[in-house]
């Protein structure tokens, strides 16, 4: 069964920093991309940052560019986002998502990262 | 990033059909074959129920099929059940690698 467990959320200042981690466990991790989606309380669901599956090509949303980095560990099975220069707006429940540079077929249950002074 | 255009929100009764409209750009949903739709549930995380503008994964029921049209995308989701009821949200690749949202649709089954 194919299992993807979001951690490392919680309430973090304005400017403050957060890496976020997504375990992946039925599947073989290594031949999927994977990607990070947020979702804003009440509102849509925002793409936010990709990754290859050997982890050679990343892309980002302009709204993270820069800020925001994804980077995974085949070895370990796990997916990473780490997040700087945080921002009130960055206020979201963030999701991980295997497939493809395409779709994901696969969700996790989310992580909430608030920011917040 | 834009989002990709949906009507916020469409209504149909038991045994009905729905269609929700996903509408871009020549350079998200009118240049690709890679429109997306998930159905996401109150407090749930989302479900794949499109890929690649109309192929269903295994266990979407066939209620539920997409198509495309210049540059505007479609759900249609015929035999409403009232587990249906639930925000729609399309998705797009734009060219970069870069991936876009629409703005979601909230669709009650009355």
């Known amino acids: 069964e194919v299992q993807l467990v979001e951690s490392g959320g919680g309430l973090v200042q304005p400017g403050g920093s957060l890496r976020l981690s997504c375990a992946a466990s039925g599947f073989t991790f290594s031949s999927y991309w994977m990607h990070w989606v947020r979702q804003a309380p009440g509102k849509g669901l925002v793409w936010v940052s990709r990754?290859?599956?050997?982890?050679?090509?990343?892309s980002n949303a302009d709204s993270v560019e820069g800020r925001f980095t994804i980077s995974r560990d085949n070895a370990k099975n796990t997916l990473y986002l780490q997040m700087n220069s945080l921002r009130v707006e960055d206020t979201a429940m963030y999701y991980c998502?295997?497939?493809?540079?395409?779709?994901?077929?696969?969700w996790g249950q989310g992580t909430l990262v608030t920011v917040s002074s | 990033q834009s989002a990709l255009t949906q009507p916020r929100s469409v209504t149909g009764s038991p045994g009905q059909s729905v269609t929700i409209s996903c509408t871009g750009t020549?350079?998200?949903?009118?240049?690709?074959?890679?429109v997306s739709w998930y159905q996401q549930h109150p407090g749930k995380a989302p479900k794949l129920m499109i890929y690649d503008v109309s192929k269903r994964p295994s266990g979407v029921p066939d209620r539920f099929s997409g198509s495309k049209s210049g540059n505007t995308a479609s759900l249609t989701i015929s035999g409403l059940q009232t587990e249906d009821e639930a925000d729609y949200y399309c998705?797009?690749?734009?060219?970069?690698?870069?991936?876009?949202f629409g703005g979601g649709t909230k669709l009650t089954v009355l």
């Open positions: 998705w797009s690749y734009r060219s970069s690698y870069i991936l876009v």
């Open positions: 990754i290859t599956d050997t982890g050679s090509s990343t």
């Open positions: 020549s350079s998200d949903v009118g240049g690709y074959n890679y």
């Open positions: 998502g295997r497939g493809t540079a395409t779709t994901i077929d696969y």
